[in-house]
């Protein structure tokens, strides 16, 4: 595959990535892959998921959404990343990336997301019904309850729900919005209006899943918990056609186990996606 640097403009700072395409062939189709919360175009899905897909002959665009990593800098000592992020600015951002792959000449984008980034793929999907086909990896079910389920389990703020989300309200109250917080859980350090938006603004993927009329396919793999990644539900209520797999001695990441993933998600794009394109490219795999 051939690869390129890109920079997509927004309102504010602008979102970085990689543009992949076949280097042997015309793509038949794009693809936008979406990280995961506080992950980067570089790492996880994004990464290891477009020498598969070009290999199919998509053309792939993994970028870094406002909200990657967890705090980075540009070009000053202004901080940056998913400690400030908010859920409308994860959705606008989808938005600006589809922006792109429709000026490269796609207009029926194919949305692969990865945990967060599924969550707004459901949201994208919906919104979008020229969408060509949605793979969930590990979308989490979001909703209301999303950080009190991420507190029970040990993340975020853990037991400290009340007292962190009170001394949150207090700093925007305040005018200190962006004045960060230190968690016990998962992230370590979120900005108080991140918080609440977390808390109160979160995509709720099973009350969307009617409105995505394309063809789905929702990954989870077995040591992830089902109520946390709702694959069943999401398949059951989805208003288009949706497969399930649940990969086996797989974590939420998919340590070890990329390779199984990756042809699961190619396998079910030959299958339900290519025979409606004029070339069915060989499957090469690295």
């Known amino acids: 595959m051939h690869t390129e640097l890109i920079s997509i403009p927004t ?26 919360n506080t992950m980067n175009f570089y790492v996880g899905a994004p990464r290891f998921l477009p020498p598969y ?3 199919r002959g998509y053309a792939c665009l993994a970028f870094n959404r406002r909200g990657h990593d967890i ?5 000053s000592r202004d901080p940056e990343g998913a400690a400030f992020q908010t859920a409308a600015e994860g959705l606008i951002d989808n938005e600006y990336a589809a922006r792109f792959l429709l000026e490269q000449g796609y207009r029926e ?3 692969i997301g990865h945990s967060n980034g599924g969550t707004l793929g459901v949201q994208f999907a919906a919104n979008h019904p020229e969408t060509k086909a949605l793979v969930l990896l590990s979308a989490h079910a979001g909703g209301k309850e999303s ?23 207090r700093l925007v109250q305040e005018g200190r919005s962006r004045q960060l917080l230190s968690l016990p859980g998962w992230w370590y350090a979120i900005s108080a ?4 938006d977390r808390l109160y603004h979160t995509p709720d993927t099973l009350a969307v899943a009617p409105f995505v009329r394309c063809p789905s396919l929702f990954i989870r793999g077995d040591r992830e918990p089902e109520e946390v990644y709702p694959a069943y539900d999401f398949q059951s209520r989805a208003g288009g056609p949706c497969e399930v797999a649940i990969v086996e001695d797989c974590d939420h990441f998919y340590r070890g186990r990329e ?19 004029s070339r069915v490219n060989p499957l090469i795999c690295p």
């Open 11 to 36: 309102d504010t700072i602008p979102l970085d990535g990689a543009w992949h395409t076949p280097s042997d062939r015309e793509a038949i189709g794009g693809v936008l892959l979406l990280h995961g």
């Open 109 to 111: 984008p194919i949305v």
């Open 71 to 75: 705090l980075s800098i540009r070009d």
């Open 147 to 169: 950080v009190w389920r991420s507190c029970e389990a040990g993340q975020l703020a853990c037991d400290r729900l009340d007292e962190v989300t009170a001394e949150a309200e």
């Open 193 to 196: 209006e991140s918080f609440l």
């Open 259 to 277: 390779e199984a993933v990756a042809h699961v998600v190619v396998d079910w794009m030959a299958r339900v996606l290519e025979r409606s394109y």
């Open 53 to 55: 897909l070009t290999a």
